[in-house]
């Protein structure tokens, strides 16, 4: 009898949930960490310290938002062999026949598809391929893009991954997730007193 070596084995579901979980924390923070130093509301207590540490902070924003970008495009990229959460839905309809609870969140993930068309967009002609005629900031107002869709589309794919991983007895994921965003202000206001 043959063996499947461990390396071309595929990982189990559990496995494959925290996975795509990972990613979706990583925009999350990313988004969080943009956000806070992006922000024209954030950024008028912290004006003197991005002055100051100009390169620094553009190369931290500039970073914070490909990595946003490109982790929200790989939560439903459709290479083969991907952790996705459209293949983890596939993973749990066969494991677990829970064919109400994966044709419900497909609807859902469905409800997304316009916003992933343009995160899409955005990562394609910014990111991935660094189309001659596309800056960041036209790419997303070409996109259409806004700062809320992003964190809507983060949140409710998260809420999606919530659900299949409880559909598959991993009821506490997400459970302990702190945001920078407190981490982000404190720093900040430490390099503003020094």
């Known amino acids: 009898m043959s063996t499947i070596p461990e390396s071309a084995a595929e990982t189990s579901l559990p496995e494959s949930i925290l996975e ?7 925009a999350s923070d990313s988004f969080d960490v943009w ?5 024209a509301c954030n950024r008028e207590g912290y004006e003197s310290v991005l002055e100051e540490y100009q390169h620094f902070f553009q190369a931290t924003i500039r ?7 490109v982790c929200s495009y790989t939560l ?12 983890l839905l596939d993973r749990l309809q066969r494991e677990t026949s829970s064919t109400a609870v994966t044709s419900e969140l497909r609807q859902k993930i469905d409800e997304l598809q316009a ?9 394609h002609n910014v990111f ?3 189309s001659e005629t596309c800056q960041a900031e036209s790419a997303f107002r070409e996109a259409k893009l806004t700062p809320n869709q992003i964190l809507g589309f983060i949140l409710q794919s998260r809420q999606i991954v919530a659900s299949i991983a409880n559909a598959a007895g991993m009821p506490s994921l997400f459970e302990q997730e702190i945001s920078p965003t407190l981490h982000t202000q404190e720093m900040m206001r430490t390099l503003r007193r020094e």
């Open 35 to 39: 956000w806070d130093l992006q922000d």
């Open 63 to 69: 970073a914070h938002l490909v990595t946003l970008i």
């Open 20 to 26: 795509v979980a990972d990613a979706i924390s990583l």
């Open 115 to 123: 916003i992933g068309l343009k995160i899409k967009r955005v990562r």
């Open 128 to 130: 991935a391929h660094r």
């Open 76 to 87: 439903y990229d459709k290479s083969k062999g991907t952790h996705t959460i459209r293949s």
